[in-house]
Structure formats: structure tokens, C-alpha cells
């Protein structure tokens, strides 16, 4: 009974791993999109060629993980339902660029924390399957830190949209955005 249980969870873990595969692969896809989009800002366009580029490499590394649980693993229907959805609506034209990048940090989020739910587990699991997802861990550092960039993506794209222009990335304007944060986060805890 224990090592069916022990093995019950091991499947979920990889399930899990071949769920994240999807995902990175959909990013993979999303990003290869957005090159000719991006193509007349130099600096955006290099930060999705670097992030194609880690992401092309930590496809493999996922990849080698999977192959670590049997390689059997497929991912869920439905996360194969929702890549087909973005697939479509990232080829179409109902939304804008700057909504399709914001959908794009939505699924890198969702890779992260589909990353640390396996490197969760797989503390709870045994040192083996620790061990053997012990690769996605830089996997996961590396889309968390692309998310993170994304949103200074997002920032460039939703101003010109909306004004026609850049955003002002000076240093008072910085200072400007750190004011308006604490001052939330002020009225949050007198509230």
C-alpha cells in the first residue's frame, strides 16, 4: 500500500512536470509571436530574444526531469485546452499588443508557481524526487526573473498605447512611482 501511494504521488508530480513542459512550451510559442511585433524597439526586442533563448534551454531541462519520472507523463486536457485558447487568441487580432504581453506574464506566472508547487512536493515526496527536479529550480529562477522584467515590458507597451509615448523612466519619475506605492501601502494599514 505504501509504495502504491509513494507511486500515486510521484505521477502527480510528473503530471505536474509535463503540465509546467506545456506551459513552456506555450511561452516558447508566444514569445517566437511577438519577435516581428517588437521588431522596431531594439531593447524590447532583445529582452524576448534572451527570454526565447532561456527558455528554448530550460524547455530541455524540463524535459530531462520528465525523462527522470519515465517521460510517460502527458499534461492535463485542460492545460492543453488553455494553450490552444491563447494560441488563438495571440494569432488573432482582438487584442492588442500590450494585452497579449500582459497574457504572456500571466502564464509565466502561472510556470512559476507550477514550478515551486513540484519543488514543494517533491520536498514532502523523498530525497529522490528532490533530487531528481533538482534542475527546475533554476528553471524556475529564470521565469520568475523574466516575469519580473516582463512587467517593465508591460509598462513601455500599456504608455504607448494609451498615449502615444514612452513612459518617463527618469530617476524623479522613479521616485514619483515609489511615493505612490508606500502611500498605498499606508492607507492599506490604516484601513
Do not use: C
Not at 506545456?22 to 524576448?48: C, N, W, Y
Not at 531528481?132 to 526573473?145: E, K, M, S, T
Amino acid at each position: 500500500m505504501v509504495a502504491t501511494l509513494e507511486d500515486t504521488k510521484r505521477s502527480a508530480i510528473a503530471q505536474e512536470i509535463a503540465d509546467l513542459k506545456a506551459l513552456q512550451e506555450l511561452l516558447i510559442t508566444t514569445e517566437q509571436k511577438f519577435m516581428p511585433a517588437v521588431g522596431t524597439d531594439s531593447e524590447i526586442h532583445k529582452r524576448f530574444n534572451d527570454f526565447l533563448s532561456d527558455d528554448q534551454k530550460n524547455l530541455a531541462v524540463i524535459d530531462q526531469v520528465l525523462r527522470q519520472f519515465g517521460g510517460a507523463a502527458q499534461s492535463r486536457d485542460t492545460i492543453q485546452q488553455y494553450t490552444d485558447q491563447v494560441n488563438r487568441l495571440m494569432d488573432g487580432t482582438e487584442l492588442t499588443l500590450y494585452q497579449k504581453v500582459s497574457a504572456h506574464e500571466r502564464i509565466k506566472h502561472q510556470a512559476v508557481m507550477t514550478g515551486l508547487i513540484v519543488h514543494k512536493a517533491a520536498q514532502v515526496v523523498g530525497e529522490d524526487v528532490k533530487e531528481a527536479i533538482g534542475p527546475l529550480n533554476q528553471v524556475n529562477f529564470d521565469n520568475r526573473a523574466h516575469q519580473e522584467q516582463l512587467k517593465g515590458v508591460m509598462e513601455v507597451l500599456g504608455t504607448r498605447e494609451l498615449t502615444g509615448k514612452d513612459p518617463d523612466q527618469g530617476v524623479w519619475a522613479k521616485t514619483q512611482d515609489a511615493v505612490a506605492a508606500l502611500r498605498g501601502v499606508f492607507e492599506g494599514l490604516t484601513k
